[in-house]
Structure formats: C-alpha cells, structure tokens
C-alpha cells in the first residue's frame, strides 16, 4: 500500500467550507479503508468542541490537520479518548509540531506494516501467517496499553 499524509505545510490555509474540508479528508486518508468521513461527522466534533469552530463557515489547516487526525483516530479510540490527546497536544506541541509527529508515525508504522520498510529490532518473516499474529499481538498490546493510559487519565481528571 503506498500512503502519504500531507505535510502540515501543504494542507489548505485559504479557508475551506465543510463539503471541501470533508473531500479533502476523505482524499487524503482514502488509502486507509477502514476510514470514512462525512460533512455531519465533522460538524459534529465542532459541536462536540474536539474541533474549533470554523471562522464564517470555513475551516483553515489548524482545524483540517485536526480533522485529519480525528477522522484516523476514531478508527480505534473513543471520542472522549481522542479529545484528551488532542488537549494533551495542545498542552504539549505546536499544531504543526503535533500534525507532523502524527503524520510520521502512522505513515512509518504503515510503511512497515505493509513491508515498504524492514520491522525495527524484529525479525522480518515472509510467513504470512506469523506476520499477521505478529500485527494483531501488537495491535491488542497498543489497545490494551491505550485503554489503561485513558483509563488513569480520567481518574486523575476526576480528582482534580
């Protein structure tokens, strides 16, 4: 599979309504099938405030790059789970710093997964069989891992 996000610099900044927001999205993200996005999906995370409000009806890269992001995460997080990485970001990184540091790893991690680039400290086998136990070994491993990690974030927020 060849997939490349677009670099946060050569996302739209000249203000999008939501139809070219939503075709943009879906375009960019087409290669990963699992994922949809609609124009009531986006509007939905503005009302949900996991997105900022367009400006006149118009979104600019900020919100697209979060979009983006969202539309991808949804694949396996929960939204309450998605708006507290997008807070922790905006505690953390830049808008482009955080797009960028996305983009890197889902496109790295798909790149191997796909055999594009070798497996990091594993051993590569050309044995479908194990290559597939191997990925959803490690997929189950980050879900668990994520699902914790959410999980000791809402009872830290609780106790605030």
Known sequence: ???????????????????????????????LTNITITGSMISNYVKQSIIAKPVRKQYFREQIADIIFVAAAKSVLSLDSIRMVIDLQKDTYSPKDAYECFRDELTSE??????NTPAKGRETRNNQYSRLIREISLTIAHKVYLEQVFEDMKKEREEE
């Open 110 to 115: 798909i790149d191997r997964l796909f055999g």
């Open 1 to 31: 599979m060849e997939f490349r996000l677009p670099e946060y610099n050569e996302i739209p900044d000249v203000g999008l309504f939501l139809e070219q927001v939503q075709r943009y999205v879906a375009s960019a993200l087409s290669p």
